[in-house]
């Protein structure tokens, strides 16, 4: 709205009201029903001396400041509405009304306030400043709530960023897809080929060791493309509010065979009641199953892994805990901590840098393409969670993975 | 039955090894020729690839299971797939496909899926 269009109206009102008898109604408008008019108004209007002391407000700004209209009336604008700016208390000369009354004709900028209930409101404020014949300057000062706009645009910003995001992955998604889809079918010919050559071959021993051995290739082949596939994680993350305990215990049991096979012994160590994380189950439990079957083949027999669940408050600053927006921690927050030890030969530490580097494997050809810890450590980032490697002092390995507690922290 | 399979050399190396397990084999290289030749002949069993050019390999499962004539509806679907077994196992449910095979998969796997319906 044209605050000086109104204040002129109002202006020329007066003048003629001084000039007619009382009651007179020149073009139908009169000084009440502007006044009416003016506190049907949704934006928020006061009118004050050049003390800054509030001589006029209309019902939407007595609403506002939550007073009523008698208290409102003689007191100090700033008094009743003392404004912020980026977080910050807005300085006394800075305010719009003293702004005007100090000289400016107009102003119009945004600030935010805090309800004498409350709540902290985004207020789009603008004024004038009038000069009238005998009452020195007046303010006229509105104010515009656009809290609900301030969000809504947020959010909607909010939303881009998710949508740019969906669509990079899934151009990425797409482009791996694509190309598994392009590699995986000329290994299906291979694969048929290669099965009718080896039924239908003269079985001398060493065709059929060559056709073994391109068998094999095909298999390895195959498992590359698998496991980029999960690198690229095509699929979105489902998350859902989970309980540690069972997802541990889920993953350990697809394992089961292979601890039988080694003769490893598991210990757990689950603590009890542990708050409830927001996870992938599907992604978690192949974090977990890679965990797992690295322990496991890091040794040759027997040996044991342990499982160990609990919660606790981080209080020291470190790799992933600080107080910076960047950490993923901040000190004082409440973390659910999952730890797999294992009684194998420990990592080199020439090694340490590059474990989680794609590709990077110290196992037989048949055991490892190289691609677990790098999947798994992508799938950890996206639950914004941590997972550290450490060689424990007495041999073996520590691997510890900590989730944000849901509720705690946001 | 009938093979549905963008991928000549693919197409007939299948079509030369379930002959040879006497089957009687015909092949359709996209979603059209493939509902078309489905409706028509009603064969025994499908092998249908997941990816495939225009109509997509989860589209046209769903278009033999909700055909209005009920021989087509219920012919059984293996599909051939080259995602993640987890991905497909969800496909399947949601396409009404009796079951997968991932690529590449080897004769012997694929003959148990197949004498699974047929």
């Known amino acids: 709205m044209d605050l000086k269009k109104f204040v002129g109206h109002l202006n020329e009102e007066r003048a003629a009201m001084r000039v007619g008898k009382e009651g007179i109604e020149p073009n139908g408008l009169s000084l009440e029903n502007m006044k009416g008019a003016l506190s049907s108004l949704v934006e928020s209007i006061v009118w004050t001396d050049q003390e800054g002391k509030i001589q006029w407000s209309n019902d ?17 604008l700033i008094d009743l509405m003392p404004l912020m700016q980026n977080g910050h208390k807005l300085p006394s000369r800075l305010y719009p009304v003293n702004l005007l009354l100090d000289g400016e004709h107009q102003v119009r900028e945004l600030y935010q306030w805090q309800k004498p209930s409350g709540k902290l409101l985004d207020l789009e404020v603008s004024g004038v400043q009038m000069d009238w014949n005998r009452s020195g300057k007046n303010a006229f000062v509105s104010f515009h709530d656009i809290t609900e706009q301030k969000h809504t645009e947020e959010e909607l910003r909010e939303a881009q960023l998710q949508l740019i995001q969906a669509v990079k992955m899934e151009s990425v998604g797409g482009l791996a897809a694509g190309i598994a889809h392009e590699v995986k079918n000329p290994l299906a010919v291979l694969q048929m080929g290669v099965d009718y050559l080896a039924n239908s071959a003269n079985g001398t021993g060493e065709i059929q060791a060559v056709l073994r051995d391109m068998k094999q290739a095909i298999v390895r082949a195959d498992n590359v493309i698998k496991g980029l596939l999960d690198f690229s994680v095509s699929r979105k993350l489902e998350f859902v509010l989970s309980d540690l305990n069972p997802l541990v215990n889920r993953s350990l049991n697809l394992v089961k065979h292979e601890l039988h096979k080694k003769q490893m012994t598991v210990v757990t160590d689950l603590a009890e009641d542990l708050p409830k994380i927001c996870v992938d189950r599907n992604k ?109 002092p007495e041999g073996g390995v520590r691997v510890t993975l900590m989730f944000k507690v849901k509720g705690e922290n946001g | 039955m009938l093979i549905v399979e963008d991928d000549d050399a693919i197409a007939r190396l299948l079509s030369m090894f379930l002959r040879e397990q006497k ?40 278009a033999i299971r909700e055909d209005d004539d009920e021989e087509v509806a219920r012919i059984p679907i293996v599909v051939l797939t080259a995602k993640s077994a987890d991905v497909d196992r969800i496909v399947c449910k949601v396409t009404g496909a009796n079951s997968y095979v991932t690529k590449p998969f080897d004769r012997q796997g694929l003959l148990e899926e197949i004498r699974k319906w047929i």
């Open chain 1, 60 to 76: 939407p700004f007595d609403c506002l400041v939550e007073q009523k209209h008698k208290k409102v009336l003689g007191s100090k």
């Open chain 2, 23 to 62: 089957f009687e084999v015909s092949v359709a290289q996209d979603g059209e020729a493939a509902l078309q030749e489905a409706k028509s002949t009603t064969p025994d069993l499908i092998i249908l690839d997941l990816i495939l050019p225009s109509l997509s390999g989860e589209e046209i499962c769903k």
């Open chain 1, 284 to 392: 978690m439990e192949q974090v977990f199953v890679n965990l797992y079957m690295n322990a496991i083949q890091a040794v040759l027999k027997g040996g044991t892994m342990r499982v160990k669940t609990y919660q606790k408050r981080l209080v020291k600053i470190g790799k992933v805990v600080g107080r910076r927006k960047t950490d993923i921690f901040k000190v004082g927050e409440k973390v659910v901590v999952a730890e797999i030890e294992d009684t194998g030969v420990g990592i080199p530490e020439a090694n340490m840098d590059r474990i989680f580097d794609p590709f990077f494997t110290t196992k037989p050809l048949e055991q490892g393409t190289g691609l677990g810890l790098a999947v798994t450590e992508k799938i950890v980032q996206m639950h914004k969670a941590s997972i550290d490697i450490e060689n424990k």
